[in-house]
């Protein structure tokens, strides 16, 4: 069995006083000899008694000197364990019951040193690994949730066809072809979220202009919106090029764009903007429609997060798309947010302004790579 640190420290103490001891007890007697020789000539003493008398006497005052400090090193020793070595192991059985899958265990932070920051840090990472399994147990229940309700249309439709109470109509086809495509949908928008949470080591980035992506962008969606009478507008305020990886801005845009044709009712209006702001560049989408309950905004980019899920079943959404906005942001050094007023909601994400004119490597703490490209609608 290994000592404790206890007894190492104990350990450490008695071995610096008795090492001090000996040396001392080595030179005592010149020390004494040179000592004494002064004396006696000062004072014309020539007794060899006197001599072995102080000796003696200096000896025993260094040995109890030295119980002495040996009796203080334990007792601090004590104190150090006390103070120290009980709170760190408190904190390896917190980490052991952690490992073992117990996230509500918390480390007692009794003061401000690097014992009590330690302890706070280790509060604070099983904090992050209790939400972090909070949100894998709701993904799995989200995702069979989700694949539930399109599997289970599915298997009504094929047996009704199979017992022929449903004739195999093409607008029974057309049906069963829909929720395979929300099906399809799903797992493509699961395949994304699963690329950004392998955080492959770098992601390619070059000089883009944000303008120009949302130009593109609109260029391709102008046909969606214009059949359903909703007008599109874009307002680009700014023409700098930034180091950034275009394939990924056009992701993040075109699921902004899938969010605002959700929920803008035929007739609407869809307004697109890109603004230069102090370090960063802001691209928003706005729509008119129904808007966003205040307390749904801050967790709208959380994945399988919907505030009316209904709703948003209906009309085709996982819930996954803005939170696949939020990690575009988060590789690029931005943010996200959304505001709902007056009949008008506004989704945005930033990426930070890095000047670039030619091809980079965006590295940052925790990069994620860029999923395949999304094809055109």
Not at 65 to 81: D, E, H, M, Q, Y
Not at 208 to 220: F, H, K, S, Y
Not at 264 to 278: H, I, S, Y
Not at 300 to 305: D, S
Request: charged residues 20%; neutral net charge.
């Amino acid at each position: 069995m290994r000592p404790s640190l206890l007894w190492k420290l104990l350990a450490i103490n008695l071995l610096v006083v008795g090492v001090a001891t000996a040396v001392a007890a080595v030179h005592i007697g010149g020390v004494a000899d040179g000592i004494f020789m002064r004396l006696m000539k000062e004072f014309n003493i020539e007794t060899q008694a006197v001599h072995a008398l102080f000796v003696r006497d200096l000896r025993s005052a260094l040995l109890g000197a030295s119980l002495i400090a040996a009796a203080i090193g334990l007792l601090l020793s004590l104190v150090l364990f006390r103070t120290v070595v009980r709170p760190v192991r408190g904190m390896m059985t917190m980490a052991g019951r952690i490992a073992a899958g117990d996230y509500g265990v918390r480390a007692p932070v009794t003061s401000s040193d690097e014992l009590g920051r330690l302890a706070a840090s280790l509060n604070l990472m099983a904090s992050a690994l209790a939400r972090l399994e909070r949100q894998r147990k709701d993904l799995v229940a989200d995702v069979a949730h989700e694949l539930r309700t399109p599997l289970s249309n599915l298997r009504g439709y094929l047996e009704a066809v199979r017992d022929g109470v449903t004739p195999a109509s093409p607008e029974t086809v057309s049906l069963l072809h829909d929720e395979v495509m929300r099906l399809v949908r799903l797992v493509q928008a699961l395949h994304e979220l699963s690329l950004f949470d392998a955080r492959l080591p770098d992601v390619r980035a070059e000089a883009v202009d944000p303008g120009a992506v949302v130009r593109r962008v609109l260029d391709l969606r102008r046909g969606e919106f214009a059949s359903r009478g909703v007008a599109v507008r874009e307002e680009i305020r700014t023409g700098v090029a930034v180091a950034a990886d275009a394939d990924l801005l056009t992701q993040a845009l075109h699921n902004l764009l899938d969010n605002a044709a959700r929920h803008t009712p035929d007739g609407g209006a869809v307004t697109v903007r890109t603004v230069a702001e102090t370090g960063a560049v802001r691209i928003a989408v706005t729509n008119t429609g129904e808007g966003i309950d205040a307390a749904d905004l801050p967790h709208i980019f959380e994945r399988f997060y919907r505030g009316d899920k209904s709703r948003a079943r209906a009309s085709g959404g996982a819930g996954i798309g803005l939170a696949i906005v939020k990690e575009v942001a988060r590789i690029h050094g931005g943010d996200v947010g959304a505001s709902s007023a007056g009949g008008e909601t506004t989704v945005w994400f930033s990426i930070a302004a890095r000047p670039s004119a030619a091809p980079t490597t965006l590295r940052l703490e925790e990069p994620v790579p860029a999923p395949t490209a999304r094809p055109a609608p």
